[in-house]
C-alpha cells in the first residue's frame, strides 16, 4: 500500500538545516514547560548557535523578530511565555542601563546564570559581552548580509522593514532591486522600496529602456532629496 502524498498546503520540513547546540539535559528539563516556552528556547538557542562569533545573550526584540508571524503580533503570548519562563530560572531578562526600553535575554544555563549574577553587580559590564544578530532566512538569499555589506549596519529598524518588504516582495526581486541602487549609488532602502512598488505596479519584466527610464527618474528623485536634506540640515533615512 502506498502512503499518501502530503496536500499541497500542508507544512513540509526544509532539505537545508541548521546547527543548534542544546545544551545536554534540554529534553529532560523542558518536560514541563508549555510549547510557546519551548519554542522560545529552541529559537533562542538557535540563535545563539548560528553566530559568527560565540555569544552569550540577545535582544528580547530579535527573538521575538524570528517567532512566528502569528506569536510574535500576540504581546500577551509572548510576556506569558518569557515570563514563565524566567520564574522557571531557564531565562534571565537584563535591561540596558541607558535604556530600559532594550531588554537583553540570557540562557539558564551555568555560563549564563554567572553572566546574569555579574551583570546585577555591575551593570555596564553588559557592553563588555557580544550579542547576537539577525540570522538571515535559511530559504531565501542572505538579504540581511547583502544590506550589510552595501548599505550599512543592520539596525533592528531595518531588519524590521526587510522582513515586512520580504513578506510583500518575492526575496529574489528585492535582492535585485538591491542590487539595483548598488549600482546606481543609491544606498538607500526608500530606493529600494521605489523599485519594488514600481515593478509591482507596472510588472517586473519590462523593456530595458523602460527599466533603464524608471531608474533614472528614481535616481534623479533621490538626489533632489539627498540635496534638500543637506541643504535643511535634517539627517537622511
Given at each position: 500500500?502506498?502512503?499518501?502524498?502530503?496536500?499541497?498546503?500542508?507544512?513540509?520540513?526544509?532539505?537545508?538545516?541548521?546547527?543548534?547546540?542544546?545544551?545536554?539535559?534540554?529534553?529532560?528539563?523542558?518536560?514541563?514547560?508549555?510549547?510557546?516556552?519551548?519554542?522560545?528556547?529552541?529559537?533562542?538557542?538557535?540563535?545563539?548557535?548560528?553566530?559568527?562569533?560565540?555569544?552569550?545573550?540577545?535582544?528580547?526584540?530579535?527573538?521575538?523578530?524570528?517567532?512566528?508571524?502569528?506569536?510574535?503580533?500576540?504581546?500577551?503570548?509572548?510576556?506569558?511565555?518569557?515570563?514563565?519562563?524566567?520564574?522557571?530560572?531557564?531565562?534571565?531578562?537584563?535591561?540596558?542601563?541607558?535604556?530600559?526600553?532594550?531588554?537583553?535575554?540570557?540562557?539558564?544555563?551555568?555560563?549564563?546564570?554567572?553572566?546574569?549574577?555579574?551583570?546585577?553587580?555591575?551593570?555596564?559590564?553588559?557592553?563588555?559581552?557580544?550579542?547576537?544578530?539577525?540570522?538571515?532566512?535559511?530559504?531565501?538569499?542572505?538579504?540581511?548580509?547583502?544590506?550589510?555589506?552595501?548599505?550599512?549596519?543592520?539596525?533592528?529598524?531595518?531588519?524590521?522593514?526587510?522582513?515586512?518588504?520580504?513578506?510583500?516582495?518575492?526575496?529574489?526581486?528585492?535582492?535585485?532591486?538591491?542590487?539595483?541602487?548598488?549600482?546606481?549609488?543609491?544606498?538607500?532602502?526608500?530606493?529600494?522600496?521605489?523599485?519594488?512598488?514600481n515593478w509591482q505596479e507596472k510588472g517586473r519584466k519590462r523593456s530595458n529602456e523602460e527599466n533603464r527610464r524608471d531608474i533614472d527618474e528614481f535616481r534623479k528623485l533621490y538626489l533632489e532629496q539627498q540635496r534638500e536634506i543637506r541643504d535643511s540640515g535634517?539627517?537622511?533615512?
Amino acid at each position: 500500500m502506498k502512503p499518501d502524498m502530503p496536500p499541497s498546503h500542508q507544512a513540509q520540513f526544509s532539505e537545508k538545516t541548521v546547527a543548534i547546540n542544546l545544551p545536554a539535559n534540554f529534553i529532560g528539563v523542558i518536560e514541563q514547560l508549555d510549547g510557546d516556552q519551548i519554542l522560545i528556547l529552541i529559537t533562542l538557542f538557535q540563535l545563539l548557535s548560528n553566530q559568527e562569533q560565540e555569544c552569550e545573550l540577545c535582544e528580547a526584540f530579535l527573538l521575538r523578530e524570528m517567532l512566528p508571524k502569528a506569536f510574535r503580533e500576540d504581546a500577551a503570548r509572548w510576556e506569558k511565555a518569557v515570563t514563565g519562563l524566567i520564574q522557571t530560572g531557564l531565562l534571565f531578562s537584563f535591561p540596558e542601563p541607558q535604556n530600559p526600553d532594550k531588554t537583553y535575554l540570557i540562557p539558564g544555563t551555568p555560563q549564563g546564570i554567572k553572566i546574569f549574577q555579574d551583570l546585577n553587580n555591575q551593570p555596564d559590564l553588559i557592553h563588555n559581552y557580544a550579542v547576537a544578530d539577525v540570522l538571515p532566512y535559511p530559504d531565501k538569499p542572505n538579504l540581511f548580509k547583502l544590506y550589510e555589506d552595501n548599505f550599512g549596519a543592520l539596525t533592528p529598524m531595518t531588519a524590521e522593514m526587510l522582513k515586512a518588504d520580504l513578506e510583500t516582495f518575492p526575496a529574489e526581486w528585492i535582492e535585485e532591486a538591491m542590487k539595483e541602487a548598488v549600482q546606481y549609488n543609491a544606498r538607500n532602502w526608500k530606493y529600494v522600496q521605489a523599485i519594488l512598488k514600481n515593478w509591482q505596479e507596472k510588472g517586473r519584466k519590462r523593456s530595458n529602456e523602460e527599466n533603464r527610464r524608471d531608474i533614472d527618474e528614481f535616481r534623479k528623485l533621490y538626489l533632489e532629496q539627498q540635496r534638500e536634506i543637506r541643504d535643511s540640515g535634517t539627517p537622511g533615512g
